[in-house]
């Protein structure tokens, strides 16, 4: 494998495997990579003939100065990890790079797919950086699939449409929340968990396992299994930022679950940020 820094490395390293006609594939993370980055890897090295992971923290998508300045940074081992899981090329550029001097240009989605949930609780910058900086990343390794989790599912939603609105030549590939052994979904922002923290944040999932066990025993209300879900919580004395029943594809909120439906939740735990989310089918079993 190997690192580059620059976009005109990229577009050199991968002018051949194009003219040959090679399939590329980008994972795009955020660095501090664990299983669930690492999954995307290796279903891309399943897929792909080219498989480019970038490092990049996007300072625009951070709407808390303090969560991007201790946002984990360990390029040395991730580049280590990305190679191991079978990627040809990392791409790790310093801000700069992506964010020359002079840089005005935003991608912005209106509506209530980046205004709801997540857009509405971290603002409406934090989707405008995601959908800038993921246009800049498709425009510079031009991937013919790129790969996200479904631990972020709003995000997942929000760049099949920008890449459907933008006519952008990729295919979205959306893979399964990896989790920890209990149940915790995998992300680079749980190392801050101190350890009472860590037991607490496991309310999230638990919470979830209650909404799919109250759609399991009957019910259909959505108060019904947010009620469950919030007790759930509690129990972890954990205060959700939101907890939504929503249409998994435009986000709306469900007053029954008469179709599959999203439930989503977001919390502080003990000054980390975390997120997750399952899909729930209407005829019972979790899907996701
Ligand atoms: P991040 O570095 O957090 O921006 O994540 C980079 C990509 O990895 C995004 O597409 C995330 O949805 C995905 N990802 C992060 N955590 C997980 C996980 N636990 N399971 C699956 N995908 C994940």
Redo the contacts with the bound molecule.
Sequence with gaps: MTTVHTIAAVRDALREPRRQGRVIGLV????ALHD??L??VRQARAECDEVVVSLFVNPTQFNDASDLDRYPRTEERDAQLASEAGANLLFAPPAHEIYPPGFSTSVQIAGPLTESLEGANRGPAHFHGVTTVVTKLFNIVQPDVAY?????AQ?GLVIRKLVRDLDLPVRIVL?????EPDGL????RNVHLSDGDRRRALGLRRALDAAEATVAGGARSADAISRAARAALAECSIEPEYLAIVDPQTLASVAAVDRDVLVAVAADVGGTRLIDNTLIAANNGRTG
């Design positions: 795009p993370t955020m660095g669930g980055h999954a995307l996200f989790g479904r631990k972020d995000q893979c399964p929340t990896v989790r979904a995998m992300s680079s």
